[in-house]
């Protein structure tokens, strides 16, 4: 397997491809390898959501960090344990409605973020004002990457000027074609189609230059983008349409992040974002070549992780 199997790269700093994965400390223990803090779930009633936060960190473990913490509502600490042994569970206060309480929410992670050398936010993490407040302070409050997905960005769309609370560029927005375009409109970004081809490029460079952020653009050609250098995948397939596997992604991102452009920095976090999204196709990629396109399970596609990065270094 080659990394040119999963890319199509046609501007980036020093190479026409993937950067190659640094090599692994034989001698390194679990802090060696960075911890990923995964912040996500939901039970504000009607809407009950686990597995979104549960796959990015089994994602993150799958790629290599040496821990994987779940920040979560406490009513689904139980359930994220049973469904993911090897993550550790911090509970989110909720009201008698199931909302997350912000103040406490943010005294009980201001700590864990301390220790986390990259942070995942928004899988299936539910909306509503509280959501709006937790992101914003976490916009202003982390300084390690943050990987901004799902849930997280549609609280974006909802904040009034969010870029000027974007430090250093350490910031990744994961938007597929819809929350893209609400992340447009908000901004006041020219009306780009983000599922046009000839448009893709040029819809996640604008939302890169404006928000000061990496944007991997998720769909078919996957693009990413930090405003002046664009790169693009093609090692995806259809099997990766169903539920998780953007879930995973943002693990798999986060998880290079923590171990490579954090406190190691070994690579950039641009570096970081499209080889995460390589390793995302070529992991669907080698269960199709077993399988076949339909009927692929977020769980599954995080098992092959591990063997597309040996196969990789």
């Given at each position: 397997?080659?990394?040119?199997?999963?890319?199509?790269?046609?501007?980036?700093?020093?190479?026409?491809?993937?950067?190659?994965?640094?090599?692994?400390?034989?001698?390194?223990?679990?802090?060696?390898?960075?911890?990923?803090?995964?912040?996500?779930?939901?039970?504000?009633?009607?809407?009950?959501?686990?597995?979104?936060?549960?796959?990015?960190?089994?994602?993150?473990?799958?790629?290599?960090?040496?821990?994987?913490?779940?920040?979560?509502?406490?009513?689904?600490?139980t359930a994220a344990l049973g469904a993911l042994h090897s993550a550790t569970a911090h509970a989110m206060p909720v009201d008698a409605e199931g909302?997350?309480?912000?103040?406490?929410?943010?005294?009980?992670?201001?700590?864990?973020?301390?220790?986390?050398?990259?942070?995942?936010?928004?899988?299936?993490?539910?909306?509503?004002?509280?959501?709006?407040?937790?992101?914003?302070?976490?916009?202003?409050?982390?300084?390690?990457?943050?990987?901004?997905?799902?849930?997280?960005?549609?609280?974006?769309?909802?904040?009034?000027?969010?870029?000027?609370?974007?430090?250093?560029?350490?910031?990744?927005?994961?938007?597929?074609?819809?929350?893209?375009?609400?992340?447009?409109?908000?901004?006041?970004?020219?009306?780009?189609?983000?599922?046009?081809?000839?448009?893709?490029?040029?819809?996640?460079?604008?939302?890169?230059?404006?928000?000061?952020?990496?944007?991997?653009?998720?769909?078919?050609?996957?693009?990413?983008?930090?405003?002046?250098?664009?790169?693009?995948?093609?090692?995806?397939?259809?099997?990766?349409?169903?539920?998780?596997?953007?879930?995973?992604?943002?693990?798999?991102?986060?998880?290079?992040?923590?171990?490579?452009?954090?406190?190691?920095?070994?690579?950039?976090?641009?570096?970081?974002?499209?080889?995460?999204?390589?390793?995302?196709?070529?992991?669907?990629?080698?269960?199709?070549?077993?399988?076949?396109?339909?009927?692929?399970?977020?769980?599954?596609?995080?098992?092959?992780?591990?063997?597309?990065?040996?196969?990789?270094?």
């Amino acid at each position: 397997m080659s990394i040119d199997d999963a890319v199509d790269g046609r501007s980036s700093p020093g190479t026409d491809g993937c950067p190659s994965i640094p090599p692994r400390d034989p001698c390194g223990h679990k802090g060696t390898f960075g911890t990923v803090l995964v912040i996500g779930g939901c039970v504000k009633l009607p809407r009950v959501m686990l597995g979104g936060p549960v796959i990015a960190a089994r994602a993150a473990l799958r790629t290599g960090c040496g821990l994987a913490e779940l920040a979560i509502p406490e009513p689904l600490v139980t359930a994220a344990l049973g469904a993911l042994h090897s993550a550790t569970a911090h509970a989110m206060p909720v009201d008698a409605e199931g909302a997350i309480q912000p103040s406490a929410c943010a005294q009980m992670l201001d700590p864990i973020l301390l220790r986390a050398q990259a942070v995942v936010v928004g899988p299936a993490l539910g909306d509503g004002f509280a959501i709006d407040q937790v992101i914003a302070r976490l916009l202003t409050s982390v300084r390690t990457p943050l990987i901004i997905d799902a849930d997280g960005l549609n609280a974006l769309s909802r904040l009034i000027d969010f870029p000027r609370d974007i430090h250093d560029g350490a910031v990744v927005l994961t938007p597929h074609p819809g929350e893209y375009r609400r992340l447009a409109e908000s901004l006041g970004l020219e009306a780009l189609d983000p599922t046009d081809p000839a448009q893709r490029s040029h819809a996640a460079d604008a939302l890169a230059r404006r928000v000061g952020c990496i944007v991997v653009l998720k769909g078919d050609r996957t693009v990413v983008s930090d405003g002046v250098h664009n790169w693009s995948a093609h090692a995806g397939n259809a099997a990766l349409a169903t539920g998780g596997t953007g879930d995973a992604l943002a693990g798999i991102i986060g998880s290079l992040a923590a171990q490579f452009a954090g406190r190691a920095h070994r690579m950039s976090l641009f570096d970081c974002a499209r080889l995460g999204v390589a390793i995302h196709g070529l992991a669907a990629k080698a269960w199709s070549q077993r399988r076949g396109e339909a009927g692929l399970l977020a769980d599954e596609l995080c098992d092959e992780i591990p063997s597309v990065l040996d196969a990789l270094r």
